[in-house]
């Protein structure tokens, strides 16, 4: 798209609000709402991955190195923190 | 071109269904109700001879019957519902959505009053409450034109220059249930007038694309607009349909139709099958030597603001008979539409409404004859009311 989005007119909207191109909400940074986030404690992660599993939203990823942290997608809804098994998890408040 | 088709006597709603039969629908989600009933029940048989190659998606609800028909429009298929009354109400929510899908379902309504209290009888309180659903919307009089209109709806819905879904308003009843004689057309006939659908936008795992997406303040206004012009510039097609189906079977269309209307001071405006009783009324009245016409409103949406003032031209007064109430409102629908449409003029005919036929209520010629009259009388000396309620007791 060669204009940004909210520049476009009623002629240049696309048909039916269709987005042809996939993958367009990668560009939409939900985690931007969060007010939490998750901190993983490594000295107690057992690279699991049930973090992983239960997040609703794919906002966790897997580092090289097997642990896991958040990415630009987590909303800090805070069901990983709630279902690690070791506790390793705490939900830390977004700074201003 | 030689046209094939067989003059026969049918129920309007199998005449219906068989259009929807010749115009090959691929997909059809329907919940039964009275009096669109016999329609969908046909089109139901046809599927399960073997006669229409189409999915029939039994629902158990209109509110599902519209979300079906918004997923396999979305996949591509030619699709077709049908409903009245309770069933179209339910449906409400999705009917803003499928427009602003711009997916080109075509749907009946066999208009019937709205509860309460219950009522299974005629009338456009339905539909009226539906005004605003974005949707193309006609108005039937007769079993041919119910026909006619079935086949020609795809046709404009699915053109690229418009794209929106339709509704064929009939009214329930008393046109939905009569026995009519009417020109079938034959299926190469139809094939060649209506190709198969091409779609703009489809569901497809091999070209993925998101429908229903959500939109930021920013750009929800500008999708409102968009919706707004395709649906004011789908009379261009409209128009451009209606004249290829009258070069091919003789039978033209026009937005407003006109009926005696040359040297008329005092004209009649209606929609529906009502129209045809308001003819034999205007018979009457000319025979009493009184310059009356008859417009008869055959396209609701887009309302067609510029064939209106053109056909309305040289009268003095302008009857508009609604078939549903606005209550608390300024005036019945068609009124307060017809209103709006003639207030920018610098001359413009004096305009009384009427309320007539709510909830099936017999209308006969000597109802719109009373009503001219009161209205003439009225006219002379000065309305006492915004709109009348005709024959009302009490």
Known sequence: MSKPWDQLTWQEVEIGGVLTEPGTARAYRTGDWRSLHPVWDQRRCIKCGVCWTVCPEAGISELPDGYFDMNDYCKGCGICAKECVTGCISMVPEEM | ?394
């Open chain 2, 1 to 394: 071109m030689a046209v094939k088709a067989s003059r026969v006597g049918m129920e309007v709603s199998i005449a219906v269904s068989i259009a929807v039969q010749l115009a090959r629908a691929e997909a059809i989600a329907a919940y039964p109700i009275t009096p669109q009933t016999h329609i969908v029940e046909h089109l139901s048989s046809l599927v399960a001879n073997g006669e229409l190659d189409a999915e029939f998606i039994t629902v158990e609800s209109e509110h599902s019957a519209m979300s079906c028909s918004v997923g396999s429009a979305a996949a591509g298929a030619r699709t077709y519902t049908a409903t009245s009354s309770q069933g179209l109400a339910l449906m409400h929510e999705i009917l803003f959505i499928a427009s602003a899908m711009r997916l080109p379902i075509v749907m009946t309504v066999a208009n019937r009053a709205l509860s309460g209290p219950l009522s299974i009888w005629n009338d456009h309180g339905d539909i009226m409450a539906e005004r605003d659903i974005g949707w193309i919307q006609y108005f039937v009089e007769n079993g041919q034109e119910a026909f006619d209109h079935s086949i020609m709806a795809f046709k404009v819905a699915e053109d690229h220059r418009v794209l929106l879904p339709t509704i064929v308003n009939l009214d329930g009843f008393i046109l939905s249930h009569v026995v009519e004689a009417q020109e079938i057309l034959d299926q190469e006939t139809v094939d060649r007038f209506l190709p198969p659908l091409v779609p703009y936008h489809r569901l497809d795992p091999d070209k993925p694309v998101t429908m229903g997406a959500f939109a930021m303040p920013e750009l929800y206004t500008e999708f409102k607009l968009a919706h707004e012009m395709a649906l004011t510039r789908s009379f261009e097609v409209i128009e451009a349909v209606w004249q290829e189906w009258g070069d091919l079977t003789g039978r033209r269309y026009r937005p407003v139709e006109r009926y005696r209307t040359d040297g008329a001071r005092v004209l009649l405006l209606i929609m529906g099958s009502l129209g045809e009783v308001a003819e034999v009324a205007v018979d009457e009245l000319r025979a009493e030597g009184l310059p009356v016409g008859l417009l008869k409103l055959r396209l609701w949406r887009p309302f067609p603001f510029a064939a209106l003032r053109e056909a309305m031209a040289g009268a003095d007064l302008l009857i508009v008979c609604d078939r549903a109430v606005s209550l608390g409102g300024a005036a019945p629908p068609v009124l307060a539409e017809v209103r709006s449409a003639l207030f920018p003029l610098a001359t413009r005919p004096q305009v009384l409404g009427y309320l007539v036929g709510l909830g099936g209520r017999d209308v006969q010629p000597g109802a719109f004859k009373d009503v001219v009259r009161h209205a003439q009388s009225e006219s002379q000396k000065g309305p006492s009311q915004e709109f009348y309620w005709a024959g009302a007791r009490g």
